[in-house]
């Protein structure tokens, strides 16, 4: 009859499966971080884009107003004033 006996100081463990298990977490964590750094770089491209349009339409919006008072003021000197009432009926909009 054989007797197994071990002489070493620490009993041997098969850490292979935690080794394993190690460097599948390492792998993931690795994928995830850089999913969120390509998310984060995507969302950074986009914000510049939507800032550019905005002020664009902030310019735009700008010279349509600067429009709108320079064709109020027309619209109320008294030469136009007096067209617009030859030509416009009683119920004329002023």
Request: with cysteine; hydrophobic share 45%.
């Amino acid at each position: 009859m054989r007797v197994p006996i071990n002489l070493a100081s620490q009993p041997y463990e098969n850490l292979r499966p935690l080794y394993v298990a190690a460097c599948f977490a390492a792998l993931l964590f690795v994928g995830l971080i850089l999913t969120v750094a390509w998310r984060a770089q995507q969302n950074r491209d986009q914000t510049r884009v939507l800032a550019e349009q905005s002020e664009h339409l902030q310019k735009d919006l700008a010279g349509l107003q600067r429009e709108q008072r320079d064709l109020t003021l027309w619209l109320g000197q008294p030469e136009v004033q007096e067209i617009r009432d030859r030509w416009c009926l009683p119920p004329c909009l002023q």
